[in-house]
């Protein structure tokens, strides 16, 4: 599996369609102060389902939408997509028929977010197991935030077992038992 594409529309200051080729090996976003490089890592923890609007630094998911600028007007709706090359067809299990996988989230004001699989929608726990199974996702140790470092460093010891449990490909399994306790 390996991301390919991100493409985002109405996201923060990514107002305008944008189509970022990602590729093979390690990839560098450089640019001034402000320029969005930020926005772009949120963007893709976004599409993987993030939920909670203070890792997108908002008050609410809301304020992802492009917020509008002296010359534009505010959206109404954003949207993110990712692509990811699943030739090696090492996607999780129900993803795994296509040599491309295009997962996308939209959000509408007053409305809320709706997830896609390739066409067909899913739901926000389809597309977060998905990453979780794959080792990868919105909560995942390959992003790292600016002050995160520090907090690995400072971090209680089971705290510091969750990270490597996510590291580990098996968040998607706890999540799993917790649910069927729920039950
Ligand atoms: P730095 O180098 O300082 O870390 P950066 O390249 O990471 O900067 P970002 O933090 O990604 O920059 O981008 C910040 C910009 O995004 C700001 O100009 C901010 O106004 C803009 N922005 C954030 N949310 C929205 C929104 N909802 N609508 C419009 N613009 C937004
Ligand atoms: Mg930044």
Redo the contacts with the bound molecule.
Sequence with gaps: MRFTRLRLNGF??F?DPTDLVIAEGLTGVV??????????L?ALRWVMGENRPTAM??GGME???????ATRP?RNHAEVSLVIDNQDRLAPAGFNDSDLLEITRRITRDVGSAYKVGPKDVRARDVQMLFADAATGSTSPALVR?GQISELINAKPKNRRRILEDAAGIAGLYQRRHEAELK
């Excluded at 640019?31 to 772009?40: F, M």
């Excluded at 304020?63 to 600028?69: E, K, R």
């Design positions: 923060k200051s107002v640019g001034p102060n402000g320029c969005g490089k930020s926005n772009l949120e630094r908002g304020d992802v939408i492009f917020a509008g600028a505010a600016q």
